[in-house]
């Protein structure tokens, strides 16, 4: 059972920037891939990024609303992968969720539905 847990969340500055930390217990994390979510009050939960595993390159994948401001790296080592967000808006505010899973497919991980472990999320709020 992989444990995530995300950190970095808080109030942040339109125009700033933040950076989301996701731990994972999983020594063989560099395996997974992992996807950020972000969920806003009344909304559903939309596909933020992900990278894939360092097995398979360590590609990345953005949704058009962050694409240019976002870049999701890891750090293998560390068991950890960082989401870099810059330029924030009042509409990046929102849970962040991290995900994980071994089992994605390679033309797949932009649906909540693909991943089997999840973090417990992190508040971030964007003031304007």
């Known amino acids: 059972q992989v444990q995530l847990g995300e950190s970095g969340g808080g109030l942040m500055q339109a125009g700033g920037s933040l950076r989301l930390s996701c731990e994972a217990s999983?020594?063989?994390?560099?395996?997974?891939?992992v996807g950020w979510f972000r969920q806003a009050p009344g909304k559903e939960r939309e596909f933020v990024g992900y990278?894939?595993?360092?097995?398979?390159?360590?590609?990345?994948r953005y949704a058009d609303s962050v694409k240019g401001r976002a870049i999701i790296s890891r750090d293998d080592a560390k068991n950890t992968v960082y989401l870099q967000m810059n330029s924030l808006k009042p509409e990046d505010t929102a849970v962040y969720y991290c995900?994980?899973?071994?089992?994605?497919?390679?033309?797949?991980?932009?649906?909540?539905?693909?991943?089997?472990?999840w973090g417990q999320g992190t508040q971030v709020t964007v003031s304007s």
């Open positions: 995900a994980a899973d071994r089992s994605i497919l390679p033309w797949g991980g932009i649906f909540s539905n693909e991943f089997n472990y």
């Open positions: 999983e020594r063989t994390f560099n395996m997974y891939v």
């Open positions: 990278i894939r595993s360092s097995a398979s390159g360590g590609s990345t």
